[in-house]
């Protein structure tokens, strides 16, 4: 079993920056990939951002260009940084691992930008 903590979520205002952390309890190259998802209220999860075990990252069209994902494997922790930060980025984040044989997800950090 593998647990994933979040942190770093909170209020911001619009045009700001957080960043995000995904801790792992164990090496995260037990994962094939791993990805930020959000879920803002009545909507469904949603994949924000992913990065292989060999660094290659993909990223939702409407965060290109403001969010960057990135991993330590030293720390067995991935990031996100989210710089210019808008109203509609406010979801709950959530960090999700996963390899062929199983999928892992964290509890989840609330991010909210105000206007």
């Known amino acids: 079993q593998v647990q994933l903590v979040e942190s770093g979520g909170g209020l911001v205002q619009a045009g700001g920056s957080l960043r995000l952390s995904c801790a792992a309890s164990k090496s995260i190259f037990t994962f094939t990939a791993m990805g930020w998802y959000r879920q803002a209220p009545g909507k469904e999860r949603e994949l924000v951002a992913l990065i292989t075990s060999s660094d290659s990252t993909n990223y939702v069209d409407s965060v290109k260009g403001r969010f960057t994902i990135s991993r330590d494997n030293a720390k067995n922790t991935v990031y996100l940084q989210m710089n210019s930060l808008k109203p509609e980025d406010t979801a709950v984040y959530y960090c999700?691992?996963?390899?062929?044989?199983?999928?892992?997800w964290g509890q989840g950090t609330q991010v909210t930008v105000s206007s």
């Open positions: 999700k691992g996963w390899n062929a044989m199983a999928r892992y």
